[in-house]
């Protein structure tokens, strides 16, 4: 059975830092693109960052660059998104994607 499973999310003050991570099973990671995904209240899905299956390239959205890094873990089957500098419109359910399989979501929820 295919499964991704989020966590890391939490409550942080501004200018904190989280780090999610989205474990798989069921399939191996090695061979996909993984993306982060995000969903802020009464808005759409957006894309926040993923990273290539082969040579390991990254893409972030601009709202995300300088501050968010995803990296990948294959011997883990994990995938991870290091978020620094967290703003409060960084407030959101995250998402992790491999082609149509979508994990639980994680709540990132930035405020003072």
């Known amino acids: 059975q295919v499964q991704l499973v989020e966590s890391g999310g939490g409550l942080v003050q501004p200018g904190g830092s989280l780090r999610l991570s989205c474990a798989a099973s069921?399939?191996?990671?090695?061979?996909?693109?993984i993306g982060w995904f995000r969903q802020a209240p009464g808005k759409e899905r957006e894309g926040v960052s993923c990273i290539s299956s082969s040579d390991g390239s990254t893409y972030y959205a601009d709202s995300t660059k300088g501050r968010f890094t995803i990296s990948r873990d294959n011997a883990k089957n994990t995938v991870y998104l290091q978020m620094n500098g967290l703003k409060p419109e960084d407030t959101a359910v995250y998402y992790c994607n491999v082609q149509t399989n979508w994990g639980q979501g994680t709540q990132v929820t930035v405020s003072s």
């Open positions: 069921g399939f191996t990671l090695d061979y996909y693109a």
